[in-house]
């Protein structure tokens, strides 16, 4: 059972805002290219003003990767949801696969990011500073549950590292597949390879 408390009001607007503006530049960058839109255009179009726009994010390129932040956020929710006795690979990897059945139809939203950043280098550098802005986050959950000592934290976080370069590169590999390649087989395959030094 989950002890979390569940959002208040202002909490709940914040993340509609948040949410609209991820949307907002999503749209817009997919019908005009994310070199032709601006700041201004992303808050034109999710209704709010430029200064709201700053409260949320510090660029286009953030306000695009936030549904990669969320869909991060998801999975260490997963694995701390896993049990406590689980191991740190076997947790990570069991979360990742109740996350994708969770997950259900593949979000366009997530092709259309994926090709977006093959062609813009602000945009990979965006995705990188997302996934080490979470890094350290998922390396305290490998941590907990480590049985051998890791004083300075290396283990837990080339642990994590590993983990999370799996899922970028199985992403990167499943767009250059055909239509219906399953995005999962790359990702278990990529994982299992990946664990091999973890389990």
Request: aromatic letters at 6%; a negative charge.
């Amino acid at each position: 059972m989950s002890t979390t408390a569940e959002p208040g009001l202002r909490e709940r607007k914040k993340a509609a805002t948040r949410q609209s503006l991820h949307d907002a530049a999503v749209r817009l960058a997919t019908e005009h290219g994310l070199d032709r839109i601006t700041v201004e255009a992303i808050a034109d179009e999710a209704g709010v003003s430029r200064r709201t726009f700053s409260n949320y994010f510090g660029s286009k390129e953030e306000a695009l990767m936030y549904g990669d932040f969320r869909r991060i956020q998801g999975l260490i929710e997963a694995v701390r949801a896993r049990p406590a006795d689980e191991s740190p690979w076997a947790a990570l990897t069991a979360a990742a696969a109740s996350f994708n059945t969770e997950l259900g139809a593949l979000d366009p939203r997530l092709v259309v990011q994926g090709r977006l950043l093959r062609t813009h280098p602000t945009l990979i550098a965006a995705q990188v500073q997302t996934f080490a802005g979470v890094e350290r986050e998922l390396a305290a959950e490998v941590s907990a549950r480590m049985t051998e000592e890791d004083p300075r934290g290396v283990r837990a976080r080339m642990t994590a590292a590993s983990f999370l370069v799996a899922l970028r590169v199985s992403l990167n590999m499943w767009l250059d597949c055909p239509t219906g390649t399953s995005l999962w087989d790359i990702v278990e395959e990529s994982l299992a390879n990946a664990g091999r030094g973890f389990a």
